[in-house]
């Protein structure tokens, strides 16, 4: 049992950290918070959430470490650690946290979302493509479908992948995600139309996307229009001036376009 003073101590830093976080203080809120001299689990969990907040997920993944270690069922901090390390690149140990999230609660979608964005990073996509199928609520169905989608493309299922991405489309327009996505897949598949088409609609939403001029060049220098291409290739290089190849498409299709400007030599042909 803890000593009351430490423990009125402790509640009392929790308590002012909650009113100040509260208050969106958060800095003030997490200097609040010294040792607590013994583990309580308040503590760290309220300092690990005031630590995510605040972008410093390496000290909020120690934070809900500490709690998990001391309480391995607390599902809260388990899931929270996996969403740090998730946010932190650790894919293997993010999936194997959201798993033990998910032994406990099997129908938690949010954690099955996280696992299923893991197993994709870990070129896992036929444990990510099944995860992904598994989720059951309306408020995780679509995010599982663009992973679903995702898996599919990385399995080489493009047609389901595409017909995926277009479901994605109709519940969310402007999914910048979706829209690149296809893009890649109608460019494999050489459909120089729907490349074109989706690129135009990436553009739309976003007026510097370099994934959408990149698009739009491609389909140009495929079309042999090269003036089009320069002017793609000439915006690539304004947003993103340390992209090798559109740098080098620049100087093909302006060569391209040169040589086309250029007058024929007059004939010679009859003259004495």
Request: aromatic letters at 8%; proline letters at 3%.
């Amino acid at each position: 049992m803890l000593p009351a003073a430490v423990t009125n101590t402790t509640c009392s830093q929790v308590e002012t950290a909650m009113d100040l976080r509260s208050a969106g203080r958060l800095q003030e809120a997490l200097d609040v918070l010294t040792s607590p001299g013994k583990y309580t689990s308040d503590f760290y969990t309220i300092r690990g959430e005031i630590q995510f907040a605040l972008g410093r997920f390496q000290e909020a993944a120690g934070s809900f470490f500490t709690v998990v270690a001391s309480e391995p069922d607390n599902t809260f901090a388990q899931y929270h650690l996996a969403v740090c390390l998730h946010h932190l690149s650790r894919w293997a140990e993010a999936a194997q946290a959201f798993q033990r999230v998910l032994d406990s609660d099997p129908h938690r979608d949010s954690a099955r979302l996280g696992l299923g964005a893991c197993l994709l990073q870990l070129h896992r996509a036929e444990e990510a493509l099944a995860n992904f199928d598994s989720c059951w609520s309306d408020a995780a169905r679509w995010r599982a479908l663009f992973g679903k989608a995702v898996a599919l493309q990385l399995l080489g299922r493009s047609s389901e992948a595409e017909g995926a991405y277009q479901r994605v489309l109709i519940s969310d327009p402007k999914s910048e995600e979706a829209l690149s996505n296809l893009i890649a897949l109608s460019l494999e598949a050489h459909d120089l139309e729907a490349a074109a088409r989706f690129s135009k609609r990436l553009l739309d939403v976003s007026p510097h996307s370099v994934t959408a001029l990149r698009g739009l060049a491609a389909v140009a220098l495929e079309r042999k229009e090269y003036e089009d291409a320069v002017r793609y290739c000439g915006r690539i290089v304004e947003d993103a001036p340390d992209c090798v190849e559109a740098w080098r498409n620049l100087r093909f299709a302006t060569g391209r376009v040169i040589a086309q400007r250029r007058p024929e030599p007059a004939s010679t042909t009859g003259r004495k």
